[in-house]
């Protein structure tokens, strides 16, 4: 489909959002637009890669801008300082940010992602989880792969106290593994994939279950006052979904050249640790994963308060925009 239908689709959409929600809509022009993009999301790449967000409100006078997510963390403080629009995390981060007062809400999903693994250095003498009691873990505070440590633990009996966790990004966990700073890392592909082959890192804990999904979230300004962006940008990820589902190898080419990936490393990244066939609409399904870790979450403090957590799951989600683009 063209990039003339895709908008004529969108703006369809978009006049019948308008004709609904025409009260809060905000009045004021929007120069710029700004989303985020992260090797861990693939869908993201394509789009900025395509450059059809450009084309598509070239003719409006809006900018498209860009800017690099290195972790959920570094997502959500954008969306909080306002420098992005709509961000891409984990759904454990935006989970845990809600709870603890982020005024967002998760309107997307781009991938059901087996991206957070325990990874220790070739030759380690850490062969289960429960050999992590006393070492050090890096792992970046408030991400997925930080969270994955916390609930491969507690299946152990073990809670962060039982550790040392040493809040490093993601690529700094890496490089601190590697030189044998720290005794474990909570690992995130395209690095975990990288890190095997060339010093030949091995994964300790690989549970797909405690995995998050990868989402998008907005801050509710936004998505009050520009909902027709947001409509927009979810069309993209639709139509990047079933791009790269017609070019994968080009898909593991733009991974690879903008993640400076092995071409390998990436496929692997892409076709074995991902799935983005999966639903853009965010629900039940994201919602029970949540319910899950509710209680790690509590037990560590990671959030304000069970109750704050519970009436998070009830406000995060808004699945309207997302539910008339897929349909």
């Given amino acids: 489909m063209t990039n ?33 993009y992260a090797y861990w999301n693939p869908l ?22 860009w800017i690099q997510s290195l972790g959920s963390s570094t997502a959500l403080e954008n969306l909080n300082a306002e420098a992005i629009d709509i961000g891409s995390t984990a759904g454990s981060a935006a989970f845990a940010a809600r709870a603890n007062g982020a005024e967002l809400k998760t309107v997307g999903v781009f991938s059901q992602p087996n991206w957070g693994t325990i990874v220790v250095p070739a030759n380690s003498d850490i062969k289960t989880a429960a050999d992590l009691a006393g070492k050090t873990i890096a792992a970046a ?20 106290q039982d550790v040392e966790i040493v809040n490093l990004i993601h690529a700094d966990g890496q490089k601190a593994l590697e030189s044998g700073d720290v005794d474990a890392w909570a690992g995130l592909d395209p690095l975990t994939a990288t890190s095997q082959r ?22 509710e ?63 039940q399904v994201q919602l029970d994963v949540f319910k899950t870790i509710l209680p790690v979450l509590v037990a560590e403090d990671k959030v304000k308060s069970q109750e704050a957590a519970e009436l998070a799951l009830t406000e995060l989600i808004d699945d309207s925009i997302a539910t008339k683009v897929a349909g």
């Fill in 221 to 283: 300004k936004f998505l009050t006052g520009h909902p027709e962006l947001v409509e927009l940008v979810l069309v993209q990820y639709e139509k990047a979904r079933a791009w790269i589902s017609e070019n994968p190898e080009q898909a593991v080419e733009i991974l690879a050249r903008d993640a400076s990936l092995n071409i390998e490393d990436a496929r692997t990244v892409l076709t074995e640790r991902t799935n983005i066939n999966v639903s853009l609409i965010p629900g």
């Fill in 44 to 65: 993201s790449l394509v789009i900025k890669d395509q450059g059809w967000l450009e084309a598509e409100l070239a003719d409006d006078g809006i900018e498209v801008e």
């Fill in 141 to 160: 505070s408030g991400t997925d792969p930080y969270f994955f440590v916390l609930q491969a633990l507690a299946r152990e009996g073990l809670s962060s």
């Fill in 198 to 219: 060339t010093t030949g890192s091995v994964i300790l804990v690989n549970e797909p279950s405690f995995n998050t999904w990868g989402v998008l979230n907005a801050t």
């Fill in 4 to 36: 003339k239908l895709y908008r004529t689709a969108a703006l369809a959409i978009v006049g019948l959002l308008a004709l609904s929600a025409c009260s809060s809509t905000s009045d004021e022009a929007l120069e710029k637009l700004s989303l985020d």
